[in-house]
């Protein structure tokens, strides 16, 4: 969420264009704060930023734009954003096709299989366990 804030808090004022990639700012601009135009960047921009940057991150493999908008939207999923603000931010049509994104981390499985294994069991254990869910919730609306 650290690195979403960041690039929130360099977008133009007002951003207008609606596209997930903006255009790099001028040299100008960025020696202002600002890092992104109000225009949508071009895809073989796109394409060609998004190779150097892997490249340089060390990551081995194909990634492309839609691997970093299925990230971004995988992500803030995982990290308890409404789907609505999800959609906002990765410009889908509908919450249908933002749905397809959606991969439940092992962290979700696990306390899933504790709530069901808790189930049949005391009420102190069901208590323990609602207060660690109420403390997860807690620390990720904390970091939001």
Request: charged share 20%.
């Amino acid at each position: 969420m650290h690195f979403y804030k960041e690039y929130l808090s360099k977008l133009p004022e007002m951003t207008k264009c609606g596209h997930l990639y903006l255009a790099l700012a001028t040299a100008k601009q960025f020696r202002n704060g600002q890092w992104y135009r109000n225009a949508p960047m071009g895809i073989n921009n796109i394409g060609t930023r998004i190779k150097s940057i892997c490249k340089e991150a060390g990551l081995t493999g194909f990634f492309t734009n839609h691997s970093l908008r299925a990230s971004n939207a995988t992500n803030l999923y995982n990290s308890g954003v409404s789907e609505q603000i999800i959609q906002e931010n990765t410009r889908h049509h509908s919450i249908e096709v933002l749905c397809g994104y959606k991969v439940t981390s092992v962290n979700q499985k696990k306390h899933a299989s504790r709530i069901l294994s808790m189930q049949g069991g005391s009420k102190k254990e069901q208590d323990k366990e609602n207060v660690q869910k109420v403390q997860l919730e807690i620390s990720i609306n904390v970091k939001q």
